[in-house]
Nanobody
Framework: QVQLVESGGDLVQPGGSLKLSCTAS????????MGWYRQAPGKEREFVAR???????TYADSVKDRFTISRGSVSNTVYLQMNSLKPEDTAVYYC?????????WGQGTQVTVSS
């Protein structure tokens, strides 16, 4: 069974930065895809960023040039660096990992952008 645990969510002012972490119970190299989604109140869950084994990261247009997905020096952690945060970035952020066609999700971490 794969477990994903997100952390790093917080209340931040517009223009601020946050770094989210996703720690997996397996090595990142075991997964075909790892990434981040988010869900704002009253809205559907939406794609934020991902990287696929052997490919460059991809981002939603709404976060491109502001967010960066990366692998940590620890081989089972993925990060999402979020800069220039906007109120519309407020959401619960979920880590996703896909292995052999099966999706695994974390429990989510709340990010609130407000003055």
């Amino acid at each position: 069974q794969v477990q994903l645990v997100e952390s790093g969510g917080d209340l931040v002012q517009p223009g601020g930065s946050l770094k989210l972490s996703c720690t997996a119970s397996r090595f990142i190299s075991d997964f075909d895809v790892m990434g981040w989604y988010r869900q704002a109140p009253g809205k559907e869950r939406e794609f934020v960023a991902r990287f696929t084994s052997g490919s460059v990261p991809t981002y939603a247009d709404s976060v491109k040039d502001r967010f960066t997905i990366s692998r940590g020096s620890v081989s089972n952690t993925v990060y999402l660096q979020m800069n220039s945060l906007k109120p519309e970035d407020t959401a619960v952020y979920y880590c996703i990992a896909i292995r052999r066609g099966i999706d695994y999700w974390g429990q989510g971490t709340q990010v609130t952008v407000s003055s």
